[in-house]
């Protein structure tokens, strides 16, 4: 199942910047993991803005939630979910 997600990041200012650049490194981390397992396919920085738009690829929106919810950037994020089917004129999936 394949789903357009997008995050935005709102930066918290009740921590310390070095405690926020310690998320970060963590949220990369685990976005690599996931990357890896083949979970989460496209990447996309929005130009000029802190954030995202990705393509999950999953078996339930049980796994995209459990996914989500484990980025370490999760509370400080702004995420909307669009689930997707392939369209009838597309040349490819
Ligand atoms: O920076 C972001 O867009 C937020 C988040 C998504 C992946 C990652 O490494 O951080």
Redesign the pocket.
């Given at each position: 199942m394949l789903f357009l997600v997008q995050?935005k990041?709102n930066p918290p200012t009740h921590l310390a910047p070095d405690e926020f650049a310690r998320i970060?490194e963590e949220?990369?981390q685990r976005?690599l993991e996931i990357q890896r397992q083949g979970k989460w396919p496209h990447?996309w920085?929005v130009t000029g803005k802190?954030?995202?738009v990705?393509v999950f690829d999953v078996d339930s929106n049980q796994e995209l939630h459990d996914l989500l919810t484990s980025?370490p950037?999760f509370p400080f994020?702004e995420v909307s979910v669009t689930p997707m089917n392939t369209h009838p004129s597309a040349l490819s999936e």
């Amino acid at each position: 199942m394949l789903f357009l997600v997008q995050m935005k990041v709102n930066p918290p200012t009740h921590l310390a910047p070095d405690e926020f650049a310690r998320i970060k490194e963590e949220e990369k981390q685990r976005a690599l993991e996931i990357q890896r397992q083949g979970k989460w396919p496209h990447l996309w920085r929005v130009t000029g803005k802190y954030s995202n738009v990705s393509v999950f690829d999953v078996d339930s929106n049980q796994e995209l939630h459990d996914l989500l919810t484990s980025l370490p950037l999760f509370p400080f994020m702004e995420v909307s979910v669009t689930p997707m089917n392939t369209h009838p004129s597309a040349l490819s999936e």
